[in-house]
């Protein structure tokens, strides 16, 4: 299975919860050093909570199933100064 396959397969884990409140998220890049850079849709891309559901959600489940991925980035996260966004802590 490839790298993008098994990061597919992490994401899959997530995907229900996401699109039971209308959102979702793509990969748009695996770089040669083994970032993954999400893409969150729908309404995970403008919800207050994105913060906690990448960090939460989306990057711990990549980073358990797939060990060799470095770093998880989203490229359209609710910024962190945003006064509505949720921070993990």
């Known amino acids: 299975m490839t790298l993008q396959e098994r990061v597919e397969q992490a994401l899959d884990t997530i995907r229900p919860y996401l699109e039971t409140d209308g959102g979702n998220v793509v990969v748009e890049e695996i770089t040669p050093d083994n970032v993954v850079k999400l ?3 729908g309404t995970c891309a403008s919800c207050s909570m994105s913060i906690m ?3 939460a959600g989306l990057e711990q489940a990549i980073k ?3 060990p060799e991925i470095t770093s998880v980035e989203a ?3 609710t910024d962190m100064n945003d006064p509505n966004a949720i ?3």
Do not use: C, E
């Open 64 to 66: 358990k199933s797939v």
């Open 87 to 89: 921070s993990p802590m």
């Open 53 to 55: 559901t990448f960090k």
């Open 39 to 41: 893409k969150l849709l």
């Open 75 to 77: 490229i359209n996260l």
